[in-house]
């Protein structure tokens, strides 16, 4: 029922309901769902809209699903000075109810507090004695900027849970029609399980408790609850302890504010134990599953364990279970935590040190990256966002992200480093080139693909001719370039030299995985377990896309024989996609789901998927994939897996020091029905292989290598 989450930077840990937990206790919304309209006050929605742009999203659901009388709607704007965002949020509103709008009130208020102030000034209003029951639906115009792209998602699961059809609101309602329900709040996004704990938090919630609740106090062991991302439905009498505060700068002081330890981080932990102090229950929301859509729900739910009781017997246990886990995983690995800590204590001094001492300011890095879909490719994570993100946190840069650079951007800008594809035609590179030179700012171009050298027939050769002209115009204009392997560096000074073109400076910066995204235990998982080598058929793993379909054609023969040869010892699992997939008894397809496609949320998917024996990695021969790094050895090590990989610049080094297995690729039957017999040597291979990973090839070795570069231009 509980799990706890230490989090990143929380030196206690927190204790949750887990996932099954929280799904047990959610109401889902049944399609008959129809709630006493008569019974309920008039509905009154508070939306924030401090992104107009955004505010779309809030409205199309309430105009298209509102199943009851119109609700009275009040949006509050932050003031701009200028009345231009006021000005953009009546636009939207007209755009989506059209001639005959819903009544709404409009009020201007102070870029205070984010969405909370306004929330309790609005609950203040409705709570002044005279005014008829009300019940409160609480939305603003989310937008959580980070590297990881994780706040779009995230506002729009919020909304799917309770505005997502006339079912969801009235299911949300009917709950709130038990007289002892003061909240109703959504399940967590599975996208925030790792930010959602106390955070630098606690103590500063522990003091607003003795402030607002001066008989209770808050314990670590008590369950931890409330509406992240701070939109619900609620009885306003509800929160209205929280008005013993002032509602002023005394408490929320002007943005901007930081990303934890301020009154409005601590207060959103606080929703649940408030509305229980003020007497009230909640209660959680979940939204229809597809499979169910014709089934009955539960609207009628048990209520849900009290954020006030302590949980002491169940805490300890968890935490001793915790510490018993990370005690045999470094015995595992040999590495007593006392030398670990000492030496990473070191290595930080090592980085910090000479750098705090002189005195310098961090520099200003603007970062143009290319995007696929709505999040940055895999390179992007890879090469750039997880080092940089190190370099940030350790003082040394701010980075700037932007996929279309303008002349602004670059003002106070120190570097410019655009990544491969970010710069999509040969205009778009020259156009960069006279920025930089205009502003005389060093411009570093980061390549991690031989688009020079793609063959005639390449699947997209089509699609990346354009892109691989630009290229060559951005390695031709840039100060550094950044290639992520020597052979790649090679190829492109070759290909190059052959237009006349001599590249400036070049640097090698091999490719590296972020512990914080491969982890398991820093994504809050279970440790992985090997398959055993005995277990039959043999599980093998392949991580292919479309732009390996050439390399799996020339394993499926080989695959088939060895099919015939020993039928049904073997099972083939292919994650991501083929253009064409055959048909084959040992062939089991395992398609990304569309929600995780992103690079920082395929990782937590991949981590909790079954085990394998091993996974492989074959290459065609040719001048494309000669170039291309071995990451994708790192990932399968990064899953405690061994690798057979084809004989060829892009593994051999990996395989020359024990840390992968080769194969001829005329070869791959013969390899595959060794490996049948005895696994032994891949999977020493393996753990080989996970601690090269993380002792030489994860980004922090990444981050030191671009900040050598960086201060060759500073």
Same mark, same amino acid.
């Given at each position: 029922? &509980? ?88 636009? $939207? ?23 909370? @102030? ?7 209003? @409705? ?10 639906? $609480? ?40 007289? #002892? ?44 609850? &409330? ?152 390179? #992007? ?36 480093? #655009? ?17 930089? *030179? ?19 027939? $390449?699947?997209?050769? *089509? ?16 100060? $550094? ?120 949320? &395929? ?49 051999? *080094? ?5 840390? #992968? ?17 005895? *696994? ?35």
């Amino acid at each position: 029922m &509980f799990s706890i989450n230490p989090g990143r930077r929380d030196r206690g840990v927190s204790l949750l309901l887990n996932c099954t937990a929280e799904k047990i206790y959610a109401a889902t919304p049944s399609p008959i769902s129809q709630p006493h309209w008569a019974s309920f006050g008039q509905a009154v929605v508070h939306i924030h809209a401090y992104y107009p742009e955004l505010l779309p999203e809030l409205l199309t659901p309430i105009a298209e699903h509102w199943p009851g009388p119109a609700p009275s709607l009040l949006i509050t704007v932050p003031s701009d000075g200028t009345g231009a965002r006021m000005a953009a949020c009546r636009h $939207h509103f007209q755009n989506v109810f059209g001639a005959d709008p819903p009544a709404c009130q409009w009020q201007q208020v102070e870029n205070r507090g984010r969405n909370l @102030l306004p929330l309790l000034q609005v609950v203040r209003e @409705l709570t002044r004695e005279g005014q008829p029951a009300r019940l409160l639906l $609480h939305l603003h115009t989310k937008q959580t900027l980070d590297p990881e792209g994780i706040g779009n998602a995230w506002r729009r699961d919020l909304l799917e849970r309770l505005l997502n059809s006339p079912e969801q609101i009235a299911t949300a309602l009917q709950l709130l029609a038990d007289p #002892a329900v003061g909240l109703v709040a959504p399940c967590r996004y599975s996208g925030i399980e790792r930010q959602y704990h106390w955070g630098g938090n606690f103590d500063l919630a522990a003091k607003l408790v003795q402030q607002l609740f001066p008989n209770r106090t808050l314990h670590p062991d008590q369950l931890l609850q &409330f509406p992240a991302g701070l939109m619900f439905w609620c009885r306003p009498e509800a929160l209205r302890p929280l008005l013993a505060l002032p509602l002023d700068e005394s408490h929320f002081p002007a943005e901007p504010l930081g990303t934890n330890g301020t009154v409005p981080h601590a207060l959103e932990r606080l929703i649940c134990h408030t509305v229980e102090a003020a007497g009230w229950q909640w209660r959680l929301l979940d939204k229809m599953p597809s499979d169910q859509a014709n089934q009955p729900g539960q609207a009628t739910v048990q209520p849900q364990p009290s954020v006030w009781q302590r949980q002491g017997d169940i805490y300890l246990e968890l935490l001793s279970k915790r510490l018993r886990d990370q005690q045999a995983r470094l015995e595992a690995e040999q590495v007593r935590s006392e030398d670990l800590a000492s030496r990473l204590q070191q290595a930080q001094q090592q980085l910090r040190r000479p750098w705090l001492l002189a005195g310098k300011p961090p520099l200003s890095i603007l970062l143009i990256l290319q995007r696929a879909g709505k999040g940055y490719i895999s390179s #992007a994570h890879l090469r750039l966002l997880e080092p940089l993100r190190l370099l940030e946190q350790q003082g040394r840069c701010r980075v700037q992200i932007v996929d279309d650079p303008q002349a602004q951007d670059l003002l106070g800008i120190d570097l410019v480093i #655009a990544q491969r594809g970010a710069i999509a035609d040969p205009a778009a590179a020259d156009a960069l080139q006279q920025l930089c *030179q205009q502003r005389a700012v060093p411009l570093i171009a980061d390549i991690d693909d031989a688009l020079c050298c793609l063959q005639a027939d $390449h699947a997209e050769k *089509q699609l990346y001719q354009n892109l691989a002209a630009a290229t060559d115009r951005l390695l031709a204009h840039c100060d $550094h370039a950044l290639f992520s392997t020597a052979v790649l560096a090679s190829t492109y000074r070759h290909h190059l030299a052959s237009s006349g073109i001599r590249l400036r400076r070049c640097s090698v910066v091999a490719n590296g995985l972020s512990p914080r995204l491969w982890d398991p235990e820093q994504q809050g998982l279970e440790p992985r377990r090997p398959l055993p080598a005995d277990q039959q058929p043999l599980q093998i793993l392949y991580m292919g896309s479309k732009t390996h379909d050439d390399d799996f054609a020339m394993l499926l023969p080989q695959l088939d024989g060895l099919e015939i040869a020993h039928p049904g010892r073997f099972q083939l699992h292919v994650i991501g996609a083929l253009s064409d997939p055959p048909e084959r008894p040992w062939l089991q397809l395992r398609p990304v789901p569309l929600q995780v496609r992103r690079y920082p949320e &395929f990782v937590p998917w991949l981590l909790q998927r079954r085990s394998y024996h091993f996974g492989i990695a074959p290459l065609s021969s040719n001048p494309f994939n000669a170039a291309k790094s071995d990451v994708k050895v790192l990932d399968y090590a990064a899953l405690g897996l061994g690798s057979l990989c084809s004989l060829g610049p892009a593994y051999d *080094q990996l395989i020359g020091r024990g840390l #992968a297995l080769g194969t001829h690729n005329d070869q791959w039957q013969n390899a595959l029905a060794q490996l049948m017999q005895d *696994q032994r040597t891949i999977q020493r291979c393996g753990q080989r292989a996970g601690r090269h990973l993380w002792q030489r090839r994860s980004c922090a070795r990444v981050a030191q290598q671009l900040w050598r570069v960086f201060q060759v231009h500073r």
